[in-house]
């Protein structure tokens, strides 16, 4: 007796087979799913009373949503390769029968779900937002093990295919329709019998799928095929330093495939799976994945209180994002005394809606909705009866105390009042408050809408209904929430205030410029730390020096100088064209270069060579264990949430598994070494702490056996 599958026998010999895992509110697959769908497929597809077959999803927004990813933990490659080589024969015996087969997406068709549409015959889905097409398992460190590295640039030619496999970016039913991916579009209600509708048509021979066009099967075969895959490689190499495995792993097994046949492609497919899934960098990003997915949820316990009204204090560009990820929940009001800001910000928020609504994100009409339950005010008064109040002013203490006073004295005392700050402590914030216990931070990052990391800092007199219910907003809001403790720089920006500092103190030293950003480029960092404090801004990065260098001063640490000496010249980073970098002016297609002028802002520089190891030593080092100190200190709970924050706010590389990931990985005994090596050549700011000393000594690991 099937416990996760549905039969729905028509009277015209259509067969709709239900996908609908038990106790799960999405899809996903897993053995005992296989193991179910090989037992009732391979009987219908042998009855000669089943004319066609529909395979369909039994839940209400979602179709498959990739794999079970709890299910490779601890596996050995051989028992995930076996994995992959069930699926593949599965997903054969689909593609290979005679008899029409189907598949109606409504929702999410993601990593195995996708290979599930690809072995059917033919695909109808629903043109809704809902409905999207990922090739996902690169995101994760995998690879699509079903045969999807096959099946999917025969189906919509390989310039199509390359950039889904190698990027796992997510595509919408239109898209998809376009590409050749899916077959019919239609609405989400009753898909299932218009999928049965389009079964039956194909069994009697009165509809067909497109064929891939001549032009595209020629860029399949050898020679062609091969210079597609060459320069993808490079594209791949340039992108990833060669750091991520899963990417060249799938270009070797689309190139196996053409040349040598699908088969040999398929074999090729559960070899890399098996190395991939038992290998570190899958680990840790499929461990990051659960963790951003938990860090969604509101922990047991939890007891949020509704938020029917937003209200944004501050309409520059943060106050505008946290808008526009507010409005799909509630009625938003967004205050700000300048009328211009206010008019820039409707603009920004309205261009939003339209980018979402041309990509298919939103239909036209909720966009519609949206817009219209935005209220843009210069008055205090029209935050009555907000639920929630997000300050998102300018890093000054006094100006955010003035705002916190203003806003309380029109809003409930059961109104959570949260402040948007990177560094300024929430204590200080809420002296003098009428109601200290509602007011929390929340540390948006920046583009608000693309960032999904919220860090929620709690006060020692924020009561925990405020933080459950900030916390439920900002999950709502689609981010993934680190509760984090009150303190300078709470977590993120006081991890990250060294490792910037050291890049300024190691150019001080005679690096250049290009050397320290390709040092932590290589070391797996998304952006060098150099170009990232022209992005932030160097007026910022000066701001956030002054108000930490203290804490590290106390302790041996040195804060350069340079940054404030750049801000008062005018060198404030992208912002104005010129920093550590210039850059060309809006509209100019050209790269930025490094600005040899920033040189003479350090005071006895002259120029050497460091070693890149020991640059990207220093900088990631120092990072690692601030990130400790705030575990011995309790400023974050643990070291997941730790890895966590790291990863998603500050780009830690995702393959290393966040900082306490790192030290795990890399051993505690030999970080310390390393750390004491280079305190005794560079200072006692590399001192190891006290926590990752004893965790050396006793040969542990931050996360166990993990």
Known sequence: MSTNLRLERRDDGVVILFLDVAGRAVNTLSPALVDEL?????????????????????????????????????????????????????????????????????????????????????VVASDDPETVFSAAEVMLGLLPAGGGTQRLPRRIGLPAALPLLLAGGRIRARKAHKLGLVDALTTPGGIADTAARAALALAEGRLARRDLPLAQRALLLPPLCLLVLRTARKQVLRRTRGLYPA??????????GLLKGAAAGQECESRHFAKLGAGPESRSLVRLFLAMTEAKKSPAGA????????????????????ASVSLGLAPVVLRDINDDVLTSAAKSIDEGLRKQVK??????????????????????????????????????LALKRRVLAEAEDAISPEAVYASNTSALAIARVAEGAKHPERVLGMHYFSPVPKMPLLELIVAPQTAPWAVDTARAFAAAQGKSVVVVKDGPGFYTTRILAPYLNEAMIVIGEGATIEAVDGALLDFGFPVGP?????????????????????????????????????????FLGRKSGRGFY?????????????????????????????????????LALLMVA???????????????????????GLGFPPFR??????????????????????????????????????????????????
Do not use: W
Not at 538 to 564: C, S, T, Y
């Open 38 to 122: 090989e037992r009732e497929t391979a009987p219908l597809l042998d009855d000669p009373s089943v004319r066609a077959l529909v395979v369909a999803s039994g839940k209400p927004q979602n179709f498959v949503a990739g794999a079970d990813l709890k299910v490779l933990e601890g596996l050995s490659p051989a028992d995930i390769e076996g994995l992959s080589r069930r699926g593949q024969r599965l997903l054969d015996r689909v593609a290979a029968s005679p008899k029409p087969v189907v598949a109606a997406v409504h929702g999410a068709a993601l990593g195995g779900g996708l290979e599930i549409a690809l072995a059917c015959h033919y």
């Open 247 to 256: 990417p060249l792993a799938i270009l070797d097994c689309v190139q196996t």
């Open 303 to 322: 007891q949020p209180r509704p938020i029917h009204r937003a209200a944004i204090l501050g309409a520059g560009f943060m106050g505008a994002g946290i």
């Open 359 to 396: 990509s298919g994100a939103l239909h036209r009409d909720e966009a519609d909705r949206r817009r219209s339950r935005l209220l843009l005010t210069k008055s205090a008064a029209d935050l009555r009866g907000a639920d929630i109040v997000v300050e998102a002013v300018f890093e000054d």
């Open 530 to 570: 150099v170009a990232l404090v022209d992005e932030v801004g160097i007026d910022v990065g000066a701001h956030v020096a002054r108000d930490l260098g203290a804490l590290f001063v106390e302790r041996g640490g040195v804060v350069n100088a340079a940054l404030p000496k750049l801000k008062e010249a005018g």
């Open 582 to 618: 210039l850059y060309p002016p809006p509209g100019k297609k050209a790269r930025k270069r490094p600005n040899g002028e920033v040189y003479a802002f350090f005071d006895g520089r002259s120029a050497r060579d460091i070693p890149a190891a020991d640059l990207a030593d220093r």
């Open 626 to 648: 601030e990130a400790i100190r705030c575990l011995e200190e309790g400023v974050i709970a643990s070291p997941g949430d730790g890895d966590t924050a790291g990863i998603l």
């Open 657 to 706: 598994g966040g900082p306490f990931r790192h030290v795990d990985a890399v051993g505690a005994p030999a970080v310390v070494r390393r750390m004491e090596d280079l305190a005794a050549r560079h200072g006692p700011r590399f001192a190891p702490p006290p926590m990752l000393v004893d965790l050396a000594r006793r040969g542990g690991k931050f996360h166990g056996g993990a």
